[in-house]
């Protein structure tokens, strides 16, 4: 069975806090708890770096030189002999580069 809604609402008590006072012990502490949760979710939210382009943070999506070059249309070799190129990171002794970095790098060519 649920639990009955408390006479007072949390949006209630986010315009008038003091309201909190008229609340029955027993739904003090169900609001409590819930607030208790959401205030934990809310902490991570604000903490996490923002996404971009509406995609998780950390879902980056990563290019070998042969992805790169075939989005440039270009070969590997020219690839690697362009030192303007954005890469971001090696991985062992193969570079990648983040997408984001090769489309902005692409914008900023076009300008």
């Known amino acids: 069975m649920p639990e ?3 006479a007072l609402s949390l949006a209630d008590l986010s315009v008038d806090p003091a309201r909190a006072m008229e609340l029955p012990p027993c739904e ?3 609001l409590l708890a819930k607030v208790e949760g959401l205030a934990a979710v809310l ?3 604000a ?3 923002p996404s971009t382009n509406g995609k998780r943070p950390g879902s980056e999506v990563w290019l070998d030189p042969a992805a790169v070059a075939a989005k440039l249309g270009i070969s590997v070799r020219a690839v690697y002999a362009r030192k303007n190129l954005p890469w971001s990171r090696n991985f062992g002794r ?3 580069m983040a997408e984001s970095d090769l489309d902005a790098y692409l914008r900023g060519k076009r300008r």
Request: aromatic share 0%; net charge positive; proline share 13%.
């Open 4 to 6: 009955p809604e408390p």
């Open 28 to 30: 003090a502490a169900s």
């Open 43 to 45: 902490r991570v939210a």
């Open 94 to 96: 193969t570079k990648r």
């Open 47 to 49: 903490a996490r770096s």
